[in-house]
């Protein structure tokens, strides 16, 4: 099953979900995990490189693609049961191709102007992608969302903006906490270093409602 955690916004979180959801689907399903990381920048590959030099955290693999990734994916998702694919908003081909073949792509965007500002080209590429990938299943979510009660009127606003487009947004969110930046830099999930945790739970509630919207079957026009 390939899952591509995509958007073209830097900063909205597509390496820090990818990793965690990685950790958390080889915990919960011991599933054979892979990751791709298509940005240049390299953050999902550093972050299995720290990884890497702490034994006491189960290894994840990862490889860096960029471009023409359609047959590549196709072949690797036969020998994984998770590709997990980590693709900025640089590289737009592979972002295209990735979501031609993807049983899921998600994109995190904060409940912000400036990320939402990105949903109608998003919408655009998801739609036209759709018409090769009938069973493709996209959705948006929330990340680093403010925290105060008083700001819960913003995530629903934003809820209602992806909405209004006609795209799936999550109801499950990722608030903003320190523990995302902390894990990062260890090369851990927020999932192991506090497993019982308010994010642990987020990430747990966000894999868990995306994966139990089955792949669908149909190009519907509307
Ligand atoms: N929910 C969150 N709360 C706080 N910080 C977060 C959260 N999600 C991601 N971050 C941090 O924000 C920064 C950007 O996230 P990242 O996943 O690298 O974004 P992207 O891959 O979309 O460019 C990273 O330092 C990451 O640890
Ligand atoms: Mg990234």
């Known amino acids: 099953m390939i899952l591509l955690v995509g958007g073209e916004k830097g900063g909205s979180g597509k390496s820090c979900l990818a990793q965690n959801i990685a950790v958390h689907v080889t915990q919960k399903y011991a599933a054979k995990v892979l990751m791709v990381d298509c940005d240049p920048q390299r953050t999902t590959s550093d972050w299995i490189q720290a990884r890497n030099t702490d034994e006491s955290l189960p290894a994840i693999n990862c490889i860096q693609l960029y471009g023409k990734i359609r047959n590549d994916l196709l072949s690797l998702d036969e020998r994984y049961d998770y590709v997990i694919v980590d693709c900025g908003g640089q590289d ?4 295209r191709a990735a979501m031609s073949v993807a049983t899921y792509v998600m994109i995190p965007l904060r409940p912000k102007r400036r990320d939402l500002k990105t949903l ?5 590429m998801l739609s ?6 009938p069973k493709m299943v996209a959705t948006i979510v929330l990340t680093q969302c403010p925290a105060l ?12 903006v992806v909405e209004s487009f006609g795209l799936r947004v999550l109801n499950s969110v990722t608030f903003s906490r320190n523990i995302y930046d902390d894990s990062e830099e260890k090369g851990s999930s927020v999932i ?7 994010a642990a739970e987020e990430i747990r509630a966000i894999a868990d409602e995306l ?8 190009y519907e026009l509307n």
């Open 211 to 218: 994966f139990a919207i089955p792949p669908e079957n149909s």
């Open 92 to 95: 737009n081909l592979a972002m």
């Open 192 to 198: 192991e270093l506090d497993p019982s945790g308010k």
């Open 128 to 133: 036209t992608c759709k018409m090769v990938n």
């Open 120 to 124: 109608p080209h998003m919408e655009d």
């Open 149 to 160: 009660p008083t700001q819960v009127k913003r995530i629903l606003e934003a809820k209602e």
